[in-house]
């Protein structure tokens, strides 16, 4: 059994350079070669069709046929200019990764390449065997792709590829994106009318996001001779090694020259689609990297970050190398997360969370700073389970993210103004800029980055010009967690205006007003506000006194999601359907329980497979030495020890495997999908994993290193 591990060193010793050429010097010369952008649009149409398409884009309002028509024509020829022979609509479905259906250019027919409007606007994929929690019976298999002309279409590979929304045949979202884009226009029309009580001249706000993806690599023969890593993506054993990320060595330094090379390619790739990568570097933990784009439109984003992880997963193939993107994909090391930095920009070029020098305007970014904090406030377990999964449960509060506590983190700075505003009792008899002088508006410096990116404990920070939602796990579609965030944001604007204007109605002077309601809701959200460190014991018994969640596990979590506030919340803002929440809940759990399912599986087998035949053996031969050492008239004691304790590990393991899996066998007689998820995290991964993993571990410690069958931590982790 060791022999494919050993077979996997050789191979990464032996492993040839890859060339990695680019198609030019110049990023500038092919950057978005194969993405159909506004500037190819343009080209493409004539200037009448691509003023509607471009005014359906920035209003979100449905493209019409005619025009739609000319766009397909457009596509289709610069698609066939560079050597496309399908096409396919590019969708998120609620498996987590993203789906297509290709289908040829070529019309047998009538002899000729063909694309019609009717191609590019819908198209009607089987819907029953894509998650739909109950909502689609097996024989109901209709649902629907439709065109989302806000993120631009692209050609990977060969194929052209539609970005689109997936919908059931009786309306129900079935993806991410759908949720995403509503929210969106929620959170557009409601920052809108709070934009106009400064500056009539808004007729639109944008939210932005810039995320920094985190992924470990490995190389591909080790990767394969890990059955752990294949079918689940993360060890379910190992030892840690004696050197791991303890000597802070590995973050930010020389990046090795096989993972430069890999991360030229996959960049060059995702330059050519339009990604606008811009950094990459090594990060915590050994074998652990990052990349990083310039911040986009939400909606772009999200899609281009399951796009590169696409990318790079082939990219690494080609190297001989493999990405994980699992948040802990290897035990006692740094796990990997995907900050979100989300903020939102006025069509008039203002991002309303920057800081400016003129007092007056600091109102305008105090308004959506203060809101923002409220809806984090009054929604924080929403945002909790919007990140939840089986694989950031092992992540979340680990001394290395951010715990399950959602809290937000401001600095010293703002708290003073906060905290300023919050006190200033007579000020509003002031008049003029006297008022701000009084407030302390006027002193937030117009760049405050040193004074707020300074806690990489909280969850939700703010760093300068933007909110970072730093609890989101590397492996999630981004969509989500902006999906909430975008929406919690429309509903708490919402409030905002109502109550400012219903002041006004009584008299108030509107700058007054919006102090009056912004003072309020400062003392009302104080709570959620915390600057310490968040990895601490002392913040949970300090969130326990502040009445803040603390729901570590995911199916618990995942209760957040369908509370009567939330029904309330997405169906306010016709952002989704009880139905399509209760259908969503239930497509999570299962997802759970598979994920702790496979998990599980795998530590039985590999326990059954490998670790107790190769301990087996290796005791056996320990059996025979100290056999000889006796018949010889030496001492065995040492020896005789070494034996009981392989003897008790390898009982703990053949125990704790059976015992599992008979728990596993009860468990999957439990129908309700909640329930059965509680169970598994409970009976079978609380219970079995630690212990399990334990006694396995040690085995490691002491069975003979070319016996052992599993690559080690320490040939994974350096070896490249």
């Not at 060969?158 to 509503?182: R, S």
């Not at 809940?585 to 039985?604: F, G, P, W």
Request: glycine content about 4%.
């Amino acid at each position: 059994m060791a022999k494919l591990r050993h077979q996997a060193l050789n191979l990464v010793q032996t492993r040839e350079k890859v060339e990695v050429k680019a198609p030019s010097k110049r990023i500038s010369e092919y950057f978005g070669e194969m993405a159909f952008t506004k500037a190819q649009m343009q080209a493409a149409l004539s200037p009448d069709i691509f003023k509607k398409v471009t005014h359906s884009i920035r209003n979100r309002r449905k493209i019409d046929f005619e025009t739609a028509d000319a766009v397909a024509v457009a596509v289709k020829n610069w698609a066939l200019e560079r050597g496309v022979t399908h096409y396919t609509h590019w969708f998120q479905p609620l498996t987590g990764a993203t789906a297509e259906k290709h289908d040829s250019f070529f019309d047998p027919g009538k002899g000729i390449e063909n694309f019609k409007a009717e191609a590019l606007v819908q198209q009607e994929p089987d819907a029953s065997s894509f998650p739909n929690g109950g909502i689609r019976s097996t024989f109901e298999a209709r649902g629907y792709t439709a065109w989302d002309p806000s993120s631009p279409i692209f050609i990977y590979g060969k194929t052209l590829c539609i970005p689109t929304i997936f919908v059931a045949y009786t309306g129900e979202a079935l993806d991410y994106k759908a949720p995403l884009l509503k929210a969106l226009e929620a959170v557009d029309k409601a920052a809108v009318k709070v934009c106009r009580l400064f500056d009539r001249n808004v007729n639109k706000v944008n939210a932005s996001l810039g995320w920094e993806q985190e992924y470990f690599v490995v190389d591909k023969a080790l990767y394969n001779a890990r059955p752990d890593l294949v079918m689940g993506g993360r060890t379910v054993y190992g030892h840690n090694p004696a050197r791991g990320q303890q000597l802070d060595d590995h973050y930010f330094g020389s990046i090795p020259s096989r993972i430069y090379d890999f991360m030229k390619d996959y960049e060059i790739e995702a330059h050519r689609l339009g990604i606008p990568l811009m950094t990459r570097h090594n990060e915590v933990a050994p074998g652990q990297y990052e990349a990083a784009p310039m911040y986009g439109p939400v909606n772009e984003t999200t899609d281009q970050n399951q796009l590169l992880k696409d990318v790079m997963e082939k990219v690494a193939n080609k190297h001989n190398l493999r990405v994980l993107f699992h948040e802990k994909p290897f035990a006692g090391l740094n796990g990997s997360g995907k900050h979100n930095n989300w903020s939102l920009v006025t069509d008039t070029g203002v991002n309303l969370y920057q800081p400016s020098s003129s007092a007056r305007d600091n109102l305008l970014f105090l308004t959506f700073f203060v809101n923002t904090i409220k809806a984090v406030h009054d929604y924080a377990d929403l945002l909790r389970s919007s990140i939840a999964s089986a694989g950031n449960d092992f992540r979340l509060g680990a001394n290395e993210a951010p715990p399950a506590i959602i809290s937000v983190f401001i600095g010293s700075t703002l708290t003073n103004v906060l905290e300023k505003l919050e006190q200033s009792g007579d000020v509003l008899v002031e008049k003029g800029d006297n008022l701000y002088m009084k407030l302390g508006i006027d002193q937030i410096p117009p760049i405050i980055l040193d004074n707020t990116d300074r806690n990489r404990t909280s969850p939700f920070a703010f760093t300068g010009n933007k909110f970072e939602f730093r609890a989101v796990g590397s492996d999630a579609n981004v969509s989500d967690p902006m999906m909430v965030l975008n929406t919690i944001m429309a509903e708490q604007l919402t409030k905002f205006y109502q109550q400012v204007d219903k002041l006004m109605e009584q008299g108030r002077e509107k700058r007054l007003a919006i102090i009056d309601v912004l003072r309020d809701y400062i003392k009302a959200s104080r709570s959620i506000r915390f600057e310490g460190d968040g990895y601490s014991d002392e913040w949970v018994s300090e969130a326990a006194k502040r009445k803040l969640s603390n729901e570590r596990e995911t199916p618990r979590a995942l209760d957040f999601s369908v509370t009567d506030q939330a029904v309330e919340l997405y169906e306010k803002h016709k952002i989704m359907t009880k139905v399509e929440l209760e259908a969503r809940h239930e497509i999570r759990l299962d997802n759970y329980i598979m994920k702790v399912q496979i998990e599980s599986r795998m530590m039985a087998d590999l326990a059954s497979n490998m670790i107790i035949p190769t301990a087996t053996k290796y005791q056996t031969k320990l059996i025979e030495n100290a056999k000889g050492l006796v018949d010889l008239g030496l001492p065995a004691d040492e020896i005789k020890k070494t034996i009981e304790e392989v003897s008790k590990h390898i009982n703990n393991v053949r125990r704790l495997s059976h015992e599992m899996v008979e728990e596993r066998k009860r468990i999957n007689k439990i129908d309700d999908a909640r329930t059965k998820a509680i169970e598994y995290c409970d009976q079978v991964k609380n219970k079995y994993f630690d212990d399990l993993r334990y006694a396995v571990d040690k085995l490691e410690l002491l069975v003979d290193d070319e016996d052992w069958p599993l690559p080690k931590y320490r040939e994974m982790l350096f070896l490249r």
